[in-house]
């Protein structure tokens, strides 16, 4: 059921609007967001709290990983 609670907020993130290099991942009520620009977190961070109020996102658990850190 998560997953249906959150279907317009999955909308939302995948929208071209969001910049069109992303590609959202979710899975439960788990995100990922896979991007190429490093300041994608704190994007994020600000669509949250401008266009989520009812979502938060926890940034304690949240962070960037980028490929040659693999």
């Known amino acids: 059921m998560v997953s249906l609670g959150?279907?317009?907020l999955?909308?939302?993130?995948s929208a071209p609007w969001m910049v069109p290099s992303r590609l959202i991942l979710a899975y439960l009520d788990d995100i990922y967001i896979l991007s190429?620009?490093?300041a994608t977190l704190d994007e994020?961070?600000?669509?949250?709290?401008?266009?989520?109020?009812?979502i938060?996102?926890?940034m304690a658990k949240s962070k960037t990983?980028?490929?040659e850190d693999r």
């Not at 999955?10 to 993130?13: A, F, H, N, R, S």
């Open 6 to 8: 959150i279907s317009a």
């Open 10 to 13: 999955l909308e939302d993130l």
């Open 36 to 38: 190429n620009g490093p």
């Open 44 to 54: 994020m961070h600000s669509f949250f709290s401008t266009l989520q109020p009812s």
């Open 56 to 58: 938060q996102l926890n």
């Open 65 to 67: 990983v980028g490929l």
